[in-house]
């Protein structure tokens, strides 16, 4: 099985991939290779949908920490939303995502970004 990768329109800082199917040795590349050109911007958020990814490998694992990496060098962060129940085992054994960046559903992530955002202009508002 391939892995098919979208890429929804970036709002408001945040840049949303929804992940179907397999994310292993065969396909991370591509997962890379499609997430490089978002790295580069100054996102604050990616948020990865993997409500219909179906496996992730070590090779996944990376892929996703190498994204937290690029991203965090700017403060920006990597959020998880909506893991099968198989996916989330692997973050839990590996801890490769901290457990305050993994959300149930979209909505529960968009409800922390708005919060992030709203604590943001508020400190910009105090200055």
């Given at each position: 099985?391939?892995?098919?990768?979208?890429?929804?329109?970036?709002?408001?800082?945040?840049?949303?991939?929804?992940?179907?199917?397999?994310?292993?040795?065969h396909t991370f590349e591509d997962l890379d290779e499609h997430l490089e050109p978002l790295l580069d911007r100054n996102l604050q958020s990616l948020v990865l949908?993997?409500?219909?990814?179906?496996?992730?490998?070590?090779?996944?694992?990376?892929?996703?920490?190498?994204?937290?990496?690029?991203?965090?060098?700017?403060?920006?962060?990597?959020?998880?939303?909506?893991?099968?129940?198989?996916?989330?085992?692997?973050?839990?054994?590996?801890?490769?995502?901290?457990?305050?960046?993994?959300?149930?559903?979209?909505?529960?992530?968009?409800?922390?970004?708005?919060?992030?955002?709203?604590?943001?202009?508020?400190?910009?508002?105090?200055?």
């Open positions: 099985m391939s892995l098919d990768i979208k890429i929804l329109p970036p709002a408001n800082g945040s840049q949303r991939v929804v992940l179907a199917g397999r994310l292993d040795t949908d993997l409500a219909a990814l179906e496996y992730i490998s070590s090779a996944g694992i990376r892929s996703i920490f190498k994204a937290r990496k690029a991203l965090g060098a700017h403060g920006g962060k990597v959020l998880v939303v909506n893991p099968q129940a198989q996916i989330q085992k692997v973050f839990d054994v590996v801890k490769a995502v901290p457990m305050h960046e993994i959300f149930a559903s979209t909505a529960e992530a968009d409800a922390y970004l708005d919060a992030m955002q709203r604590k943001v202009l508020q400190a910009g508002e105090e200055e």
